[in-house]
């Protein structure tokens, strides 16, 4: 197989999973609402499967919370998907798949990772599927890894336990996504600029 692994960019829009997850599918940057709606029908159809304990909230609140555009997350989808996903090393799915799609996570954001021929070549021409042997998925996996590490070289990252923010009404300075939560928690703030 020849060419180069190359990060395709998603929109920043709340369902950036949802949609890095459709572009390695089927080429399409646009169709997390409809994804959500598989999700949280497969997860309404199983509520001992999908609990409280797993989902973290229960199912009913679970399923309104997945179907809407200004939340994001979502890791649940991998259960219903018949490929594994595999984020930069992280393997999100557990369960013995034929087929492998890459996506690349940085901290705030999924992108879709796909085999194109040459750099610049149009998106049509992407691999985005790749067949599982021997728990491998050839030369792909380590072109796939030298590109996350030259993303990890260039810090084109975000260390959401270490990272300084500002909060956007008060201008207070903060450490982690912890001190922000807290932050929000405590004053309703919810705007916050990272900065260096």
């Not at 998907?81 to 996570?105: D, H, P």
């Amino acid at each position: 197989m020849e060419g180069i692994v190359v990060r395709r960019v998603i929109p920043s829009d709340n369902s950036c999973l949802f949609n890095a997850v459709r572009y390695a599918m089927d080429h399409d940057k646009k169709k997390a609402p409809e994804l959500r709606q598989v999700i949280a029908a497969t997860v309404a159809s199983g509520p001992t499967k999908y609990s409280e304990a797993f989902l973290g909230k229960p199912n009913e609140e679970y399923c309104a919370w997945i179907l809407d555009s200004k939340k994001w997350g979502g890791n649940s989808l991998c259960s219903h998907l018949s490929i594994r996903l595999t984020v930069q090393e992280i393997a999100l799915v557990e369960k013995k798949c034929f087929e492998r799609a890459l996506l690349i996570y940085d901290g705030l954001h999924y992108d879709a990772l796909a085999m194109s021929p040459f750099e610049g070549a149009p998106e049509e021409f992407d691999q985005t599927i790749f067949a599982v042997k021997d728990n491998t998925i050839g030369p792909v996996e380590g072109l796939a890894l030298n590109l996350v590490r030259e993303q990890q070289s260039k810090r084109r990252y975000t260390d959401t336990a270490n990272f300084t923010l500002r909060c956007g009404v008060c201008q207070l300075g903060l450490v982690g996504q912890k001190e922000a939560v807290e932050h929000a928690r405590a004053t309703g703030h919810v705007h916050f600029q990272e900065y260096r």
